[in-house]
């Protein structure tokens, strides 16, 4: 075996990196990390906006089963800002709440408690003002927001707070059109 050979052999059979492949490594993974840590800080509002689309989704499917069922629907908010309920009329809060069909406690009540609800464990609902000081919304049979007295609604709003992130959800008089704006 000539020394060509033996070098050969020695270089085709080494087990370390280079300088310059441990400092592309290195640059590599900086641009991960610059990359990915600002994502993972907007992690924990990740509870707060799921809290929001649900309560959003909940008012729409009010709105829309009003409609449907050509009847009126309500959303009220809890005193306690721990959560809502959805009823039917004459809107009685014990015996005339809707029928979840997805509920996970298997009750079947349209009842939303973010107290017993773990993937929602530090949400409030804050300030919910309807039409001058309610603390809810109506549908009509056509899907228009209405006061109690069945006029027309000039809507409200609510706040839903949790891990540091408010949200204001607004909710328009005429149309019942649903915004969300994130406070500072």
């Known amino acids: 075996m000539n020394s060509r050979t033996a070098t050969a052999k020695r270089r085709g059979s080494r087990r370390g990196f280079t300088l310059?492949?441990?400092?592309?490594?290195?640059?590599?993974?900086?641009?991960?990390?610059?990359?990915?840590?600002?994502?993972?800080?907007?992690?924990?509002?990740?509870e707060t906006e799921a809290a929001v689309r649900r309560i959003v989704s909940d008012l729409s499917f009010a709105q829309s089963d009003a409609m449907a069922r050509q009847s009126p629907r309500?959303?009220?908010?809890?005193?306690d800002g721990m959560g809502y309920r959805l009823l039917a009329s004459p809107f009685?809060?014990?015996?005339?709440?809707?029928?979840?069909p997805i509920s996970n406690e298997g009750s079947g009540r349209y009842v939303i408690d973010f107290a017993t609800d773990r993937r929602f464990p530090n949400i409030r609902i804050e300030e919910a003002d309807f039409d001058g000081g309610q603390n809810f919304?109506?549908?009509?049979?056509?899907?228009?927001?209405?006061t109690g007295e069945?006029?027309?609604?000039?809507?409200?709003?609510?706040?839903?707070?949790?891990?540091?992130?408010?949200?204001?959800?607004?909710?328009?008089?005429?149309t019942g059109r649903v915004s969300v704006v994130r406070l500072e």
Do not use: C, H, K
């Not at 309500?74 to 005193?79: A, G, I, S, Y």
């Not at 949790?162 to 909710?171: D, I, K, L, M």
């Open 20 to 46: 310059i492949e441990m400092l592309i490594i290195i640059a590599l993974m900086g641009i991960a990390a610059s990359i990915l840590i600002p994502n993972m800080r907007n992690a924990v509002s990740f």
């Open 74 to 79: 309500r959303v009220l908010f809890e005193e």
């Open 92 to 100: 009685d809060p014990e015996n005339d709440v809707l029928y979840d």
């Open 137 to 146: 919304i109506t549908y009509d049979a056509i899907g228009g927001p209405v």
């Open 150 to 174: 069945n006029a027309s609604s000039i809507g409200g709003s609510f706040v839903v707070s949790g891990n540091g992130e408010r949200f204001e959800v607004r909710v328009s008089g005429f």
